[in-house]
Nanobody, 119 residues
Framework: QVQLVESGGGLVQTGGSLRLSCAAS????????MGWYRQAPGKQRELVAS???????NYTDSKKGRFTISRDNAKNTVYLQMNSLKPEDTAVYYC?????????????WGKGTLVTVSS
């Protein structure tokens, strides 16, 4: 059973920075893609950034230049560095990992970590 555990959330002022971590219970080599999603109160969960096993990254437009996703395969951990935070970045941030094989696709989620940006 794969477990993803997020950490690093908290309260920060506008313009501040946070680094989120997502630690996997096993090797992240098996995951084709890992990503960070977020869900603000009353809104749908949305993709923030993703990274493939080969290191290719993808960001939604509003996060480009402010957020950076990275992975440390030796530590089985994916990070999200968030800079220049805005109140609208307030949300629960979730880690996701997708494993694709010839006959199945598995998607795993962490329980989330809360990020609150004060104005």
């Amino acid at each position: 059973q794969v477990q993803l555990v997020e950490s690093g959330g908290g309260l920060v002022q506008t313009g501040g920075s946070l680094r989120l971590s997502c630690a996997a219970s096993g090797s992240i080599f098996s995951f084709n893609t890992m990503g960070w999603y977020r869900q603000a109160p009353g809104k749908q969960r949305e993709l923030v950034a993703s990274i493939t096993s080969g290191g290719s990254t993808n960001y939604t437009d509003s996060k480009k230049g402010r957020f950076t996703i990275s992975r440390d395969n030796a530590k089985n951990t994916v990070y999200l560095q968030m800079n220049s935070l805005k109140p609208e970045d307030t949300a629960v941030y979730y880690c996701n990992a997708v494993e694709v094989a010839s006959d199945y696709v598995n998607s795993y989620w962490g329980k989330g970590t809360l990020v609150t940006v004060s104005s």
